[in-house]
Antibody
Framework: QVHLEESGGGVVQPGRSLRLSCEAS????????MHWVRRAPGKGLEWVAL????????YYADSVKGRVVISRDNSMNTLYLQMNTMRPDDTAVYFC??????????????WGQGALVTVSS | SYVLTQPPSVSVAPGQAASITCGAN??????VHWYQQKPGQAPVLVVY???NRPSGIPERFSGSISHNTATLTISRVEAGDEADYFC???????????FGDGTKLTVL
């Protein structure tokens, strides 16, 4: 069965960096576009970034563009999110999600349990 | 940018039907997807492509769409349906997902 497991969350000071990982199993990881989605305390879901199957295409939300890098290692079935120059409003639970596409439109059929990231001094 | 409007909260008695709306200009031309998220848990896809149910999702969950409004209907609501529900579309012009702000379903 499909399983996604995030790791790497924790408490980080403003301005510092953090890398999240998402290990995938139960499906052919290299065949799917993958996404990161976050949910801040008291807020709704916010899409963060996507990476195509072969890493050729990467897109970012305006709120993180220039501070975040999405990457993947298909040989390790692992998705990454490198977050730099972190801000308190980056505090959230970060979910990796598998993308399903129809035409050019994605939705998310499987999600990990999430990794809590807290940005605080 | 694309904006999806959901009511902040919906309350319903057990056994009754709950309708959660998601409004946007010409949303009928989009593919709308719905997620359920319970506290401390991952979101779960409950309806995709407007009205399709993933395997394992009860038939009580259904989706519909008209010109400016998508609707998630939960029939015969149970206590276990209490959760936040989010609608989502894909903004192809920006290659971004857009989520509604979410609706908290309370079972009275």
């Amino acid at each position: 069965q499909v399983h996604l497991e995030e790791s790497g969350g924790g408490v980080v000071q403003p301005g510092r960096s953090l890398r999240l990982s998402c290990e995938a199993s139960g499906f052919t990881f290299s065949a799917y576009t993958m996404h990161w989605v976050r949910r801040a305390p008291g807020k709704g879901l916010e899409w963060v970034a996507l990476i195509s199957k072969g890493s050729d295409d990467k897109y970012y939300a305006d709120s993180v563009k220039g501070r975040v890098v999405i990457s993947r290692d298909n040989s390790m079935n692992t998705l990454y999110l490198q977050m730099n120059t972190m801000r308190p409003d980056d505090t959230a639970v970060y979910f990796c999600a598998r993308g399903r596409v129809r035409g050019l439109r994605f939705h998310f059929d499987y999600w990990g349990q999430g990794a809590l990231v807290t940005v605080s001094s | 940018s694309y904006v999806l409007t959901q009511p902040p909260s919906v309350s319903v008695a057990p056994g009754q039907a709950a309708s959660i709306t998601c409004g946007a200009n010409n949303i009928g031309s989009e593919d709308v997807h719905w997620y359920q998220q319970k506290p401390g848990q991952a979101p779960v896809l409950v309806v995709y492509d407007d009205s399709n149910r993933p395997s394992g999702i009860p038939e009580r969950f259904s989706g519909s769409i008209s010109h400016n409004t998508a609707t998630l209907t939960i029939s015969r609501v149970e206590a276990g349906d209490e959760a936040d529900y989010f609608c989502q579309v894909w903004d192809t012009s920006r290659s971004h997902a857009v989520f509604g702000d979410g609706t908290k379903l309370t079972v009275l």
